[in-house]
T-cell receptor
Framework: GAVVSQHPSRVICKSGTSVKIECRSL??????MFWYRQFPKQSLMLMAT?????????EQGVEKDKFLINHASLTLSTLTVTSAHPEDSSFYIC????????????????FGPGTRLTVL | SQKIEQNSEALNIQEGKTATLTCNYT??????LQWYRQDPGRGPVFLLL?????KEKRKERLKVTFDTTLKQSLFHITASQPADSATYLC??????????FGQGTELSVKP
């Protein structure tokens, strides 16, 4: 159980185009999903917290107009990188918390397999 | 300034030995701490969670300790195997599920 999928796993696009990445919880309902970015040999950096039915909360330094997040259902969140540029090339990873497990503080997070974005 | 530091260099050990990874942090007060395993090109996989009021947690060959006074967590893998080779991440946890990750330690277990 507790599987999170991401689609696509890999995407290459031209500079200036927009790319949408989907994150799905396959066998549980996720009230909260998180989006991270990871550059080579670096740690995961939290970009935003996405709550179902409400606006995402972005971390400091993350442009909300560039990284559009939609969490329309309890099993799906999307991240759209608008007008992508080469510096946006990175590994994007989502995670989700199981709504049904325990209290709000101590839930483990289940991570997706990641999406490798390359902007030419 | 706030900082999370894991073993700065890769850790190479012999199969069957115990691997010990460290996670130190400054200017954070996490409610809990988690350890994850990450293989190349993959998302992290949850291993263990330890709360601020717990000293030690075990799961099979894994053990984690958490010292909030020292602001340090130690992660042990006993009877290590080549299949344990991966990058291990510690993450500080806060209310709402927010996680702040360390940079990871690359572990290599040689047969």
């Amino acid at each position: 159980g507790a599987v999170v999928s991401q689609h696509p796993s890999r995407v290459i696009c031209k500079s200036g185009t927009s790319v949408k990445i989907e994150c799905r919880s396959l066998d549980f309902q996720a009230t909260t999903m998180f989006w991270y970015r990871q550059f080579p040999k670096q740690s995961l950096m939290l970009m935003a917290t996405s709550n179902e039915g409400s606006k995402a909360t972005y971390e400091q330094g993350v442009e909300k107009d560039k990284f559009l997040i939609n969490h329309a259902s309890l099993t799906l969140s999307t991240l759209t990188v608008t007008s992508a540029h080469p510096e946006d090339s990175s590994f994007y990873i989502c995670s989700a918390r199981d709504r049904a497990t325990g209290g709000p503080l101590y839930n483990e997070q289940f991570f997706g397999p990641g999406t490798r974005l390359t902007v030419l | 300034s706030q900082k999370i530091e894991q073993n700065s260099e890769a850790l190479n050990i012999q199969e069957g030995k115990t691997a010990t990874l460290t996670c130190n942090y400054t200017n954070y007060s996490p409610a809990y701490l988690q350890w994850y395993r990450q293989d190349p090109g993959r998302g992290p996989v949850f291993l263990l969670l330890i709360r601020e009021n717990e000293k030690e947690k075990r799961k099979e060959r894994l053990k984690v300790t958490f010292d909030t006074t020292l602001k340090q967590s130690l992660f042990h893998i006993t009877a290590s195997q080549p299949a344990d080779s991966a990058t291990y991440l510690c993450a500080l946890g806060y209310g709402g599920g927010k996680l702040i990750f360390g940079q990871g330690t690359e572990l290599s277990v040689k047969p």
